[in-house]
């Protein structure tokens, strides 16, 4: 069992950043896979992306590619997701997700565990 709490969301100016933060519970955090989506009202859960156990590997979606960057910390239990040049259209709440599974990663079904979300807000 996996417990997730993001935090880190907040109210920011279009082309500023946050840095999303998600502890773990459990001994087993280094095992997983841990990726990052978002849900913006009245949209379908979007994978943001995701890293590797061992952090080697990451991945993400075209639309956040070259602004946010996923890391993680196993000795701390903590994934991270570095934000940069905010856009009003990242606005959504993030979520945080754990998966046992390995390989491309990128969709909701595909995930174990999950937090309970940060909301995240980009003003202009």
């Known amino acids: 069992q996996v417990q997730l709490v993001e935090s880190g969301g907040g109210l920011v100016q279009a082309g500023g950043s946050l840095r999303l933060s998600c502890a773990a519970s459990?001994?087993?955090?280094?095992?997983?896979?841990m990726g990052w989506f978002r849900q913006a009202p009245g949209k379908e859960r979007e994978f943001v992306a995701f890293?590797?156990?061992?952090?080697?590997?990451?991945y993400y979606a075209d639309s956040v590619k070259g602004r946010f960057t996923v890391s993680r910390d196993n000795a701390k239990n903590t994934v991270y997701l570095q934000m940069n040049s905010l856009k009003r259209e990242d606005t959504a709440v993030y979520y945080c997700?754990?998966?046992?599974?390995?390989?491309?990663?990128?969709?909701?079904?595909?995930?174990?565990?999950w937090g309970q979300g940060t909301q995240v807000t980009v003003s202009s």
């Open positions: 997700a754990a998966a046992r599974s390995i390989g491309l990663v990128v969709k909701a079904e595909s995930y174990d565990y």
């Open positions: 459990g001994r087993t955090f280094s095992t997983y896979t």
């Open positions: 890293i590797t156990w061992s952090g080697g590997s990451t």
